[in-house]
T-cell receptor
C-alpha cells in the first residue's frame, strides 16, 4: 500500500482554468510534506514545505495547503508554462533518520 | 554555484557490464541520496548517506553499491547491469536540516 497517493495521475486544463492536485498520506509522525515540480528531462525542483495542518504556502499561481490527511496544490489561472509533473513527498521520522517518501506524481498539461 | 552535478547524462550498457554513475555537490550537504524513476512508479530511494563514511539502503538497493569517502561525492555503482535497471537515476542532496532536496539533472540508463 502506497504511503503517499497523488491524484489525479494526469490533468489537462485550458489556460486560465483553475484546479487542484491532491496528495494524501497514511504515515504517522509526519515531519513535513513537500511539493516539487519536475519538467521533462530534468530533476525535480523544490516548491514548498508544509509542517502542520492549516498551514498554507503560496508562490505565483500556486498555493499549497495541508490537513491532517492530505495536501492540495491549487493552481489559479494556470498558464502553459505551468505544464509539468508535480510531485508530493512526505518526510517522517524513523529511527532518527529523515527520509522522504514520494508519490507517483500528477502530470499537468495546460493548453493555450 | 553548480549545485548537484551528475555524469553521464546518457548511458547504454550491455547486460553484465559494470559502471559508476557520478554525483557531486558543492553545497557542503551531509545528506545525499540516489533515486531511480520509472514510468508509473515515481521516485524510489536506492541508497542514501548521512555523511562521509556512512551509507544505508533505501527501498530498492539490490544490484547497486555506494560509498561516501568525501562530503562532496556520492557515486552509485552497478556491478553487473541487468535490463531491470533501465531507468532514470537522480542524485539529490539536502540542506543541513533536510527540509528540501536539491536534485541533479539525471542519468538516463539503458541496459540491453
Amino acid at each position: 500500500e502506497d504511503q503517499v497517493t497523488q491524484s489525479p495521475e494526469a490533468l489537462r486544463l485550458q489556460e486560465g482554468e483553475s484546479s487542484s492536485l491532491n496528495c494524501s498520506y497514511t504515515v504517522s509522525g509526519l515531519r513535513g510534506l513537500f511539493w516539487y515540480r519536475q519538467d521533462p528531462g530534468k530533476g525535480p525542483e523544490f516548491l514548498f514545505t508544509l509542517y502542520s495542518a492549516g498551514e498554507e504556502k503560496e508562490k505565483e499561481r500556486l498555493k499549497a495547503t495541508l490537513t491532517k490527511k492530505e495536501s492540495f496544490l491549487h493552481i489559479t489561472a494556470p498558464k502553459p508554462e505551468d505544464s509539468a509533473t508535480y510531485l508530493c513527498a512526505v518526510q517522517y521520522a524513523s529511527g532518527g533518520s529523515y527520509i522522504p517518501t514520494f508519490g507517483r506524481g500528477t502530470s499537468l498539461i495546460v493548453h493555450p | 554555484n553548480a549545485g548537484v552535478t551528475q555524469t553521464p547524462k546518457f548511458q547504454v550498457l550491455k547486460t553484465g557490464q559494470s559502471m559508476t554513475l557520478q554525483c557531486a555537490q558543492d553545497m557542503n550537504h551531509e545528506y545525499m541520496s540516489w533515486y531511480r524513476q520509472d514510468p508509473g512508479m515515481g521516485l524510489r530511494l536506492i541508497h542514501y548517506s548521512v555523511g562521509a563514511g556512512i551509507t544505508d539502503q533505501g527501498e530498492v538497493p539490490n544490484g547497486y553499491n555506494v560509498s561516501r569517502s568525501t562530503t562532496e561525492d556520492f557515486p552509485l555503482r552497478l556491478l553487473s547491469a541487468a535490463p531491470s535497471q533501465t531507468s532514470v537515476y537522480f542524485c539529490a542532496s539536502a540542506d543541513p536540516v533536510r527540509e528540501k532536496l536539491f536534485f541533479g539533472s539525471g542519468t538516463q540508463l539503458s541496459v540491453l
